[in-house]
């Protein structure tokens, strides 16, 4: 399958500050990207969906002042958590897709810990 | 009603033995199905998707897809303790982008 790469892996971070993941389609170009949010022993939560170019559209429920998400290339995507908390401490991870290829690929996550 | 519906397990099997994982989905214009496997503290890793009523075969792995039913399973013949993990179905309707998950069956393959 297609290689998904997240950058960094793991991050800690104190509360109020702002942490970058990045997010890269190594051998495909990922005309839409995926970021999901999983808690420990639940479920994948879809957070937002970006096409190249284009704003990502947020699930409900979701702060798009406070997640930001940048898709200015066919393989990088990345997603901003900003003024961040400890209750932000999760594991996020992307997945990219490239119609018309239906099968989506994920990338290895970054687990983030909020101080 | 869930759109994506799993049984959250735990589904126990013996090492040698099929396991069989269930799916069952709300919408009839739902086209496009998925199979992930997912390890505890890792990302999903996609194992199979199918489109067309009937089976899908690869390796050890057996996809079934039922439309009139709206349900799709997965077995995996043979289990070995490495397929013990959360196994995720995923559904694509229609022209939407996105997936909707099942909340994923745990799968322990015991020795």
């Known amino acids: 399958g297609a290689v998904v790469s997240q950058h960094p892996s793991w991050v800690i971070c104190k509360s109020g500050t702002s942490v970058k993941i990045e997010c890269r389609s190594l051998?495909?170009?990922?005309?839409?990207m995926f970021w999901y949010r999983q808690f420990p022993k639940q479920s994948l939560m879809l957070m937002a969906t970006?096409?190249?170019?284009?704003?990502?559209?947020?699930e409900q429920g979701v702060e798009k002042d406070k997640f930001l998400i940048n898709h200015a290339s066919l393989t990088l995507s990345t997603l901003t958590v900003t003024s961040a908390h400890p209750e932000d401490s999760s594991f996020y991870i992307c997945?990219?897709?490239?119609?018309?290829?239906?099968?989506?690929?994920f990338g290895p996550g970054t687990r983030l810990t909020v101080l | 009603q869930k759109e994506v519906e799993q049984n959250s397990g735990p589904l126990s099997v013996p090492e040698g033995a099929i396991a069989s994982l269930n799916c069952t989905y709300s919408?009839?214009?739902?086209?496009?199905f998925f199979w992930y496997r997912q390890y505890s503290g890792k990302s999903p890793e996609l194992i199979m998707f199918?489109?067309?009523?009937g089976d899908k075969e690869d390796g050890r792995f057996t996809a079934q897809l039922n439309k009139a039913s709206q349900y799709v399973s997965l077995l995996i013949r043979d289990s070995q303790p490495s397929d013990s993990a959360t196994y995720l179905c995923?559904?694509?309707?229609?022209?939407?982008?996105?997936?909707?998950f099942g909340t994923g069956t745990r799968l322990q393959v015991t020795l």
């Open positions: 919408d009839r214009g739902s086209q496009s």
């Open positions: 970006s096409n190249e170019g284009s704003k990502a559209t947020y």
């Open positions: 199918i489109y067309s009523n």
């Open positions: 051998d495909f170009q990922a005309t839409t």
């Open positions: 995923a559904v694509r309707t229609g022209t939407a982008s996105k997936l909707t």
């Open positions: 997945s990219g897709r490239s119609p018309p290829m239906d099968e989506q690929f």
